[in-house]
């Protein structure tokens, strides 16, 4: 860079002197601090080097160092990024596309605090109704029998009266005798006020009331202070009990301290009442998860699109069950239940009967039980056994709470109702809400938190989601926009957020959103870097930073640094991409094919009972805003059903009525996921494509080797031999923390090269076998291919051919993205080539990570296999890649209950002129 790092002032600048971790090229960065600032570049050019594994490895490491030395004992040995220095540094938090929670336990309610504050809000201004009569359940105190007596004129007489309660064995004379050694002097029995030591004890009747104080009602604070002793008493002597009796007019007034109306008992609100982590809140069958093993709905009626005539309940086809099926078949004119209904067709309430049975037909909860009572018969077990699985909690409907928390109402919702509501209506519910002047004062605070972290989850697109859902079905991008909107709820100011590429999984409708809550976050103080590749993010930018020129070794270098209008006029690759000299051309033709999968009625989550048709042998894209139910169609039917279809083996398909149509030209199915090429450590992208093989042989041939009677596997870092035994091939030990996460520390012994050092003597034309795993795909290729390898050159030219150049051979898999993972995955099938079965590969957002240049590369693999004979479909929110499509399935309108609807489908010309898809507006931009 052009710029003196010397003259840069640290205040108002994050300066980076000398990075050169990984690829980095010893450069100096200046990040100006409170601004929207955007890493560029190809991938792999070293740009999360740049933000995640030095800027925010440093900003880590100084808090560490803040801690105590105790702490910091076993953390001494954190390694310093390979930087000369770094000034202006603000402490950091790195937002990253990774779903974090693993725990049933965490739903996007507690993630985001919202169910924190929701709690709270129960506790301390819920108001408890009773479920038999509606009526709000009370409890006085002494303040409110004080409240009372204040209404009566100055001099009035009143008396203060406790019912008499006996305990269990004790009679009425003894009562009596503890009541005057206790000072009491009078005592109340039918309407007369009688002296204690004036009455026959044993003529006492059991209901009468003892006068705890005789009251001329004045106004001095002496006598209200003597008055709440009096009643504190009342109530203690009359078990919860007290009445103010006028001894002028003779009106009684009833005062209880206990939780309770209609004969119930109630739980007063507090805040574990709320929690489902708690036992005390939980539901006491399901311990606050919501779900059971019990009979499963989905296995019970696997075809919703059959009614019940048809035999849509699975358990009662065949001779011996039929009769339950006739009950209710024969009986349903006697209350009127439409049998000839499609299941799905079906209201709850007619749902709930088929459950629950009545008096003309018995029900399958009652035939289940029926079933489980005689489970000694060993049939009855093996049905049983057929219908369990994962059910929704019968006792709290899947809300997780024990049913006295249904009972507290605010704005008249109860807390388990408020849960299952789409954040969207959440937040018009809470604008709404009107409550009583001390009501507000007290909850002020607590809306104002909610009612903020309800609009940043909107802002950031996931309006559609309810607090209810679980952690863990979140998807990466959603995961990660969650995780933005609790940053900004907790409003810290002068932080350093380091963002990757927060665009993923997002339509180009709500990364405008996006962009919005990126600005609020800036304006709140803090310095804002984003990974990104999104060409409306750039734009928003202050400043831009665009590492490259190109990926792996010949990347590393800032190519360009300063506003959109800077890079624009600089000749950088993104540069080139973003001015128009190059573009990622649009095809010529579009293709066409006979063959399709049609899939009629679906209906799972919230597809509206669609019909749809994806061609074959083509690029076929399914768009749509996000949680417009683009991944239940293709996830949760398309892909379960096709792998059932093809292989007779599979996920258990979601609701869905037929599947038709011509697929005789494929024969398998590959679901080309971002889930990471190995679990362990050692696994990398060189072992997944089987080119470590080959190479492991050629290092063995070498006569070093045949001299030291080395074998393939001593040059293998799984098994024992030629590995370091200290790390087991690991290249680092693991330090295992007792309250903090387990630090990574290079291997002392092999210095990182996981072998032996008698191993790494054996050398290939001047490299050892650490060297070549070290090497970059593209230097690997370009070396195998100087030394006449061409075996191995050919397995790993499609690593290069997707993109993936920039990668070491012997990178751990558990560094690699979701997106380089994806497409590793898709380098094996181009390795493959014309030899595999004619496939049909469904892809899952694989431009995450990707810049244009990527981008173009990606599509030309994507075409290679078309030209083969395979199939593509693509779940993708990218123009450049759906522009590029043969065919486009577009859903919505709108996420979640607003969308589920096909909103349009054809080509992409046919697309950009449909006035109602948002997709169609965004995409004739690209177009033209």
């Given at each position: ?7 840069v002032n640290?205040?108002q ?26 890493i560029t ?20 490491r ?7 030395s ?8 954190l ?20 779903v ?33 009569s509606?009526?709000e ?7 409110n ?10 001099g ?9 309660h006996?305990e269990?064995?004790r ?18 029995i ?9 009455i026959?004890?044993n ?5 009468c009331?003892?006068?705890?104080d ?6 001095d604070?002496?006598?209200?202070n003597?008055?709440?002793?009096a009643t ?5 002597e ?12 003779g009106k ?6 206990k ?11 507090n ?5 489902f ?38 358990p009662?086809?065949g001779?011996?069950m039929?009769w339950?099926r006739d ?21 709850e ?16 909860n009652?035939?289940?039980g ?20 994962k059910?929704?909690?019968k ?11 249904e ?6 919702k ?6 299952d ?29 909610i ?10 697109g996931?309006s559609?989601?309810t607090?209810n ?13 969650i ?11 002068g932080s350093m957020y ?9 339509h180009?409708k ?5 962009i919005e ?52 006029n ?19 033709k579009r293709r066409?094919s006979?063959?399709?999968v ?6 799972e ?23 417009s ?6 996830k949760?039917i ?22 038709k ?29 089987k ?5 492991r042989?050629?290092f ?42 387990d ?6 012994t ?12 054996v ?13 970059t ?12 390898q061409?075996?191995i ?11 993936l150049g ?26 493959k ?9 469904i ?17 030309k ?19 450049d ?7 486009i ?8 209950e ?9 080509t ?14 965004y ?6």
């Amino acid at each position: 860079m052009a710029t003196d790092i010397s003259q840069v002032n640290p205040k108002q600048n994050i300066i980076i002197k000398g990075a050169k971790l990984h690829n980095l090229k010893n450069i100096d960065v200046v990040i100006p601090r409170n601004k929207l600032v955007v890493i560029t570049g190809l991938s792999g050019s070293g740009k999360s080097s740049l933000a995640f594994d030095t800027l925010y490895t440093e900003g880590q490491r100084r808090y560490v160092e803040s801690l105590s030395s105790y702490a910091r004992q076993f953390l001494g040995r954190l390694n310093k990024p390979k930087v000369d220095y770094i000034k202006g540094i603000a402490p950091a938090i790195a937002i990253e596309q990774k779903v974090n929670s693993t725990n049933p336990r965490s739903t996007v309610g507690t993630t985001t605090e919202i169910y924190d504050y929701l709690k709270l809000l129960y506790a301390r201004i819920g108001r408890t109704f009773s479920p038999i009569s509606g009526e709000e359940v009370r409890k006085d105190s002494v303040s409110n029998v004080l409240d009372y007596i204040k209404t009566y004129d100055e001099g009035e007489k009143c008396l203060l009266l406790a019912p008499i309660h006996l305990e269990e064995g004790r009679k009425m004379p003894d009562k009596i005798k503890v009541l005057q050694q206790q000072g009491y002097a009078r005592i109340k029995i039918n309407d007369q006020v009688l002296r204690l030591d004036q009455i026959d004890p044993n003529e006492v009747p059991n209901d009468c009331f003892l006068v705890v104080d005789r009251i001329i009602t004045k106004n001095d604070e002496d006598f209200y202070n003597r008055l709440a002793d009096a009643t504190q008493t009342a109530f203690f002597e009359g078990k919860g009990e007290c009445i103010v009796e006028s001894l002028i007019d003779g009106k009684q007034k009833h005062f209880s301290n206990k939780f309770e109306l209609d004969g119930m008992n109630f739980l007063e609100p507090n805040i574990h009442l709320f929690s489902f982590n708690n036992p005390y809140g939980a539901c006491p069958k399901c311990e606050g998860y919501g779900d059971v093993i019990g009979i499963d709905e989905d296995l019970v009626i696997p075809n919703t699109a059959l009614s019940i005539y048809e035999n849509a309940i699975f358990p009662w086809r065949g001779e011996s069950m039929s009769w339950y099926r006739d009950q209710l078949v024969n009986n349903s004119h006697k209350f009127d239940f439409p049998i000839h209904k499609p299941y799905f067709k079906l209201s709850e309430e007619q749902k709930n009967l088929i459950w629950e049975g009545n008096s003309f037909f018995t029900g399958l909860n009652e035939f289940f039980g029926e079933l489980e009572a005689k489970a000694y018969k060993i049939q009855n077990r093996v049905m049983l056994s057929r219908y369990r699985g994962k059910t929704k909690c019968k006792t709290c409907h899947g809300k997780r709470l024990r049913k006295e928390a249904e009972y507290v109402k605010v704005g008249g919702k109860s807390i388990s109702n408020l849960v299952d509501m789409p954040l969207e209506k959440l937040a018009i519910f809470f604008q709404d809400l009107e409550l009583r002047e001390f009501e507000q004062k007290v909850a002020d605070r607590l809306l104002k938190e909610i009612n903020n972290r309800l609009s940043y989850l909107s802002n950031v697109g996931l309006s559609y989601l309810t607090l209810n859902r679980k952690s863990n079905t979140l998807s990466g991008g959603e995961s990660q926009r969650i995780n933005l909107a609790t940053s900004l709820g907790s409003s810290l100011v002068g932080s350093m957020y380091i963002l990757d590429e927060p665009s993923i999984g997002l339509h180009p409708k709500d990364t405008e959103k996006l962009i919005e809550v990126l600005k609020s976050l800036r304006d709140l103080g803090n310095t804002v870097i984003v990974v990104e590749h999104d060409e409306d993010i750039m734009k928003a930018a202050d400043e831009i930073i665009d590492i490259g020129p190109e990926a792996g070794t010949l990347g590393g270098e800032v190519v360009a640094f300063g506003t959109y209008k800077d890079i624009l006029n600089s000749k950088s690759l993104t540069a080139g991409y973003l001015n128009g000299n190059l573009e990622i051309e649009i095809p010529k033709k579009r293709r066409t094919s006979k063959y399709q999968v049609e899939i009629t009625g679906a209906r799972e989550n919230n597809l509206k009972n669609i019909d749809v048709t994806l061609p074959l042998g083509m690029l076929t894209v399914v768009t749509g805003v996000s949680g417009s139910g683009k991944s239940t169609l293709i996830k949760k039917i398309v892909y379960p059903v096709l792998q059932k279809k093809l292989t007779d083996f599979g996920d258990k398909p979601g609701q869905f009525s037929e599947l038709k149509g011509n697929f005789s030209n494929i024969k398998q199915i590959e679901f080309v996921d971002q889930n990471p090429i190995g679990r362990s450590s050692r696994s990398n992208p060189v072992t997944y494509i089987k080119a470590y093989d080959d190479i492991r042989n050629l290092f063995a041939k070498q006569k070093l080797s045949k001299i030291r009677n080395y074998q393939p596997k001593h040059f293998s870092f799984n098994v024992d031999g030629g590995r370091c035994e200290t790390c087991k091939g690991e290249g680092e030990v693991t330090i295992e923390m007792q309250f903090m996460a387990d630090v990574h520390l290079t291997c002392e012994t092999c210095n990182g090269k996981r072998f032996k050092k008698d191993v790494l003597e054996v050398t290939f034309n001047d490299k050892n076998i650490d060297d070549v795993l070290n090497m970059t795909i593209d230097d690997a290729i370009s070396f195998f291919t100087e030394q006449k390898q061409e075996k191995i050159q050919s397995k790993l030219q499609p690593l290069q051919d997707v993109g993936l150049g920039y990668v070491t051979l012997g990178q751990s898999s558990s560094t690699l993205s979701g997106g380089e993972a994806q497409r590793i995955k898709l380098a094996t099938f181009l390795g493959k080539g014309n030899r595999s079965d004619k496939a049909l590969f469904i892809f899952d957002e694989p431009t995450t990570g990707l810049h244009f240049h990527d981008i173009k590369k990606l599509l030309k693999s994507f075409n290679a296999l078309i030209e083969v004979g395979h199939s593509i479909i693509v779940v993708e929110h990218n123009l450049d890649l759906i522009k590029c499509a043969d065919y486009i399935l577009d859903l919505g309108p709108e996420g979640g209950e607003k969308g589920g609807l096909l909103v349009a489908s054809g080509t992409p010309e046919e697309i950009a002129l449909n006035a109602e898809s948002f997709t169609g507006k965004y995409l004739k931009e690209k177009l033209h």
